[in-house]
């Protein structure tokens, strides 16, 4: 028994220091490739590299070893140093395709990198359509697109102080301001909409301030909608998808849900309230 317990123990200790050195050679691989990537390499180094990242990196090691920022950063480098950011789209969508198929849950991490990425602010267009083409949406490089612009903003907003939105004095004095846009004609929205009423006073307990923006066109049906619900700040300008605060917010499709905090900086987009961790 005793014998027993003690060959598990050295082969659960043997497994312990494969992996712990399986895992400093994998960082030792990843950050001599970022180190190429950051000095910049032979052309036939940086093929190379190219063709690494959009086939085989994997995002998990990537994030185990907290170096996803760095290597996508640097990885960005190669092509925006050659001027290269109509490559730099087919092969981010080359990416994506991949981890669509592979690890979805990455698509996300690697659009945020992408959109905040300083190298990139020059290239909007090119920056945009990446972010667009993860959520599905085929769009060139060299062109502008509504859409995709939108999307890029929106992805944007995390961490960042939030917009102006036209119609609110002030989002002052509150611990945080929950914001809803939506369409009248919506059922998902209305079902959120309802959801945001059965909890209201809950959310006003807890100093949370609620704001509905509405993507309907005219005051008759944003009024027959709104009218039963209990919170003051309902806005709309009537100009659906078009109005001010939609662009401010990169609103492409409804229900958005944002949660803004006390220093007016957004927390994050969320799908429903139980997301947002709000009534925790």
């Not at 994997?58 to 109509?86: C, H, M, P």
């Not at 100009?239 to 958005?256: D, L, V, Y």
């Not at 803004?260 to 994050?268: G, L, N, P, T």
């Amino acid at each position: 028994m005793i014998r027993n317990s003690l060959t598990a123990l050295i082969v659960s200790f043997i497994l312990t220091l494969a992996i712990v050195s399986c895992g400093k050679k994998n960082q030792h691989y990843i950050e001599k490739i970022i180190e190429k990537m950051e000095k910049g390499g032979t052309s036939e180094e940086t093929i190379d590299v190219e063709l690494y990242t959009i086939d085989s990196l994997n995002f998990a090691t990537l994030d185990s070893l907290g170096l996803t920022k760095q290597y996508i950063n640097a990885w960005i480098k190669l092509y925006v140093d050659k001027s290269g950011t109509e490559k730099l789209v087919r092969d981010s969508k080359r990416l994506i395709d991949r981890l669509e198929k592979q690890s979805p849950e990455n698509i996300e991490i690697f659009i945020k990198v992408i959109a905040h990425n300083n190298a990139l602010r020059e290239y909007p267009d090119a920056t945009a359509a990446i972010v667009a083409y993860a959520y599905g949406i085929d769009v060139p490089a060299d062109g502008y697109s509504e859409i995709a612009t939108r999307l890029l903003v929106s992805t944007r907003l995390p961490g960042n102080k939030a917009p102006q939105i036209e119609g609110l004095q002030s989002m002052t004095g509150v611990n945080s301001t929950l914001i809803l846009f939506y369409d009248g004609s919506c059922g998902i929205c209305q079902h959120l909409l309802d959801e945001l009423a059965d909890n209201y006073s809950k959310l006003i307990e807890r100093g949370i301030r609620v704001v509905t923006i509405s993507a309907d066109g005219s005051n008759e049906a944003f009024e027959q909608n709104i009218r039963k619900y209990p919170w003051p700040d309902k806005l709309c300008d009537y100009q659906s998808f078009s109005g001010i605060n939609f662009k401010r917010f990169g609103i492409a499709a409804t229900p958005e849900m944002l949660v803004i905090d006390k220093d007016e900086m957004v927390v994050d987009q969320y799908r429903n309230l139980q997301e947002t961790k709000l009534l925790d």
